[in-house]
C-alpha cells in the first residue's frame, strides 16, 4: 500500500491590520514523481472539505542529471549600509559546488552576490530543452523596486557542466511559462515578451 505525501497550502491573509498564514487547502499526493514523471492526487479545501483531483507532469525529463546531483552554495556573511544608512548583515554567495555521489563535478564561480534569505538554488528549465538548469536568487540591498534578481546557469547535456547564461542575468528578473515557451522580463514596471 502506497501511503500518500500531504503538503500544506497556506496564503498569507490581512487580519486587523496584522498578516498571519492562513490554511486553505491540502494536497494528498500518491503518484511517485521520478518513476512516472505525473504527481497525481487530490486537493481538499480546509473549511468546505471540498475535494479535487489533481494531476501534475513534470516536463523536463525525470531521469535529468540536474535531479539527482547535490549542491553546495558557499555563503559568509557580510556588512553593509542599507538604505535606511544603518549597518546590516546579509548572506553572500560566492560559488555553487554541483554534487555527485560524493565527487564535485563543478564548481561555478566568478560571482559575489547578496541572497534575500537563506541559501538556496532553484531548479527550472529556463531554455525550454527539457532539462533543469540553475537559478541562484539574488538580492540588490541597495534598491527599493525590483531588489531581486537570479544568477542563471543553463545545463549542456553534452558537455555534463552547467554555463553561466549573462543575458538572462543581465535581464535579472524573469518569469517563465513553460507550456508556450515564453519567458517574460519584468523591466521597469513593465512586462515585456521576449
Avoid at 544608512?85 to 564535485?104: M, Q
Avoid at 532539462?131 to 538580492?139: A, L, R, T
Avoid at 555534463?160 to 543575458?167: D, E, G, L, N
Wanted: charged share 25%; aromatic share 12%; proline share 4%.
Amino acid at each position: 500500500m502506497q501511503h500518500p505525501t500531504v503538503l500544506t497550502e497556506k496564503v498569507t491573509a490581512e487580519r486587523n491590520g496584522t498578516y498571519i498564514w492562513e490554511t486553505t487547502g491540502h494536497f494528498s499526493i500518491t503518484a511517485p514523481l521520478l518513476a512516472t514523471g505525473k504527481l497525481n492526487g487530490s486537493w481538499t479545501n480546509v473549511k468546505t472539505g471540498k475535494q479535487l483531483p489533481v494531476e501534475l507532469q513534470l516536463l523536463a525529463t525525470a531521469e535529468d542529471a540536474p535531479l539527482l546531483f547535490d549542491y553546495e552554495l558557499a555563503v559568509h556573511k557580510e556588512k553593509f549600509i542599507n538604505l535606511s544608512e544603518r549597518e546590516d548583515v546579509r548572506y553572500k554567495a560566492t560559488a555553487l559546488k554541483i554534487i555527485r555521489e560524493g565527487k564535485v563535478l563543478q564548481t561555478l564561480s566568478g560571482f559575489d552576490e547578496f541572497i534575500g534569505g537563506e541559501p538556496e538554488i532553484e531548479l527550472e528549465d529556463l531554455n525550454f530543452d527539457g532539462h533543469f538548469d540553475i537559478k541562484i536568487p539574488v538580492s540588490f540591498p541597495d534598491r527599493t523596486k525590483y531588489d531581486g534578481s537570479f544568477l542563471y546557469f543553463i545545463y549542456s547535456p553534452s558537455a555534463q557542466k552547467f554555463i553561466r547564461h549573462q543575458q538572462l542575468t543581465d535581464l535579472e528578473y524573469l518569469f517563465l511559462i513553460l507550456l508556450k515557451s515564453w519567458c517574460i522580463s519584468m523591466e521597469k514596471g513593465r512586462m515585456g515578451m521576449l
